[in-house]
T-cell receptor, first 110, second 114 residues
Framework: QKEVEQDPGPLSVPEGAIVSLNCTYS??????FMWYRQYSRKGPELLMY????GNKEDGRFTAQVDKSSKYISLFIRDSQPSDSATYLC??????????FGTGTSLTVIP | DAEITQSPRHKITETGRQVTLACHQT?????MFWYRQDLGHGLRLIHY???????NKGEVSDGYSVSRSNTEDLPLTLESAASSQTSVYFC?????????????FGPGTRLLVL
């Protein structure tokens, strides 16, 4: 079983829709949870960072962590064509190693 | 501005050749990482370093080596390139500690082994 599971999609939504992206994980030691956005032929860039359980909001983006269910989510409100990218979840324990999901490909159609 | 760069951005080589991919960061980060990204596998850790002269094997280290002689650079060497090593390679760096610590990625190197 992989440490982190993520549905690869692809996911296609109309502009303005609410997007929900999810990851599950198996290691209960994970404390820090991240979402990266990766545009085509670019390196991943950090989008959201969350410590432990709870919600974090940044503009149109909301990251949610449910440690009891080992489940994290990223919500994108009022999605825009510029949000079209691959979204990777990532997590780590108290050490320095990161564990990444395989990424979900998102296309927002104008 | 501080940044992380990779070179070359694209490389075509033949099986059996030795190839070195460069990674350079100007954040003065102690931690550096090499990943490969393949469809269906996501990012897989090849090697990582927590400081000068420190190197560690990751999940898919066979056929790869790294050395860390200074803080800024972590070159990745493919000892004898194989077609299975055709991939996109990303270098990343992070600080040693801190709750907000996260990894910063370079732009990637696309490697084709013929």
């Amino acid at each position: 079983q992989k440490e982190v599971e993520q549905d690869p999609g692809p996911l296609s939504v109309p502009e303005g829709a609410i997007v929900s992206l999810n990851c599950t994980y198996s290691n209960s030691a994970f404390q820090y949870f991240m979402w990266y956005r990766q545009y085509s032929r670019k390196g991943p860039e950090l989008l959201m960072y969350t410590y432990s359980s709870g919600n974090k909001e940044d503009g149109r983006f909301t990251a949610q962590v449910d440690k009891s269910s080992k489940y994290i989510s990223l919500f994108i409100r009022d999605s825009q064509p510029s949000d079209s990218a691959t979204y990777l979840c990532a997590m780590r324990n108290t050490g320095n190693q990161f564990y990444f999901g395989t990424g979900t490909s998102l296309t927002v159609i104008p | 501005d501080a940044e992380i760069t990779q070179s070359p951005r694209h490389k075509i080589t033949e099986t059996g050749r030795q190839v070195t991919l460069a990674c350079h960061q100007t954040w003065n980060h102690n931690n550096m990482f090499w990943y490969r990204q393949d469809l269906g596998h996501g990012l897989r850790l090849i090697h990582y370093s927590y400081g000068v002269h420190d190197t560690n094997k990751g999940e898919v280290s066979d056929g790869y080596s790294v050395s860390r002689s200074n803080t800024e650079d972590l070159p990745l060497t493919l000892e004898s390139a194989a077609s299975s090593q055709t991939s996109v390679y990303f270098c990343a760096s992070s600080r040693t500690s801190g709750v907000q610590e996260t990894q910063y990625f370079g732009p990637g190197t696309r490697l084709l082994v013929l």
